[in-house]
């Protein structure tokens, strides 16, 4: 069975920075583009960042320029470094593995909480 499993959420103030982690098991990498998504309270979810097996990346207009999303093939695990963070980007955050960038047909973590505070 497919698991992904976040990490490294938490509260930040606004500014701050924080990287999330996504671990892999038992997921043909290759076949997949990895990446986050977010929902906010009483938002729908929305396309965060994605990497392809071969390191294109893809970013939501919103995040660009703050948010990097990274992997690392040897631990299965990617990443996403967030900086300059604000209140705009409290949200559970997402890891998943998608046929397609920014598709949501795939497999999906829990998800991990990250607050942003002003």
């Known amino acids: 069975q497919v698991q992904l499993v976040e990490s490294g959420g938490g509260l930040v103030q606004a500014g701050g920075s924080l990287r999330l982690s996504c671990a892999a098991s038992?997921?043909?990498?290759?076949?997949?583009?990895m990446g986050w998504f977010r929902q906010a309270p009483g938002k729908e979810r929305e396309f965060v960042a994605a990497i392809s097996w071969i390191g294109a990346t893809y970013y939501a207009d919103s995040v660009k320029g703050r948010f990097t999303i990274s992997r690392d093939r040897a631990k299965n695990t990617v990443y996403l470094q967030m900086n300059s963070l604000k209140p705009e980007d409290t949200a559970v955050y997402y890891c998943?593995?998608?046929?397609?960038?920014?598709?949501?047909?795939?497999?999906w973590g829990k998800g991990i909480q990250v607050n942003v505070s002003s």
């Open positions: 998943a593995a998608t046929t397609t960038p920014g598709g949501e047909r795939g497999y």
């Open positions: 038992r997921l043909t990498f290759s076949n997949y583009h």
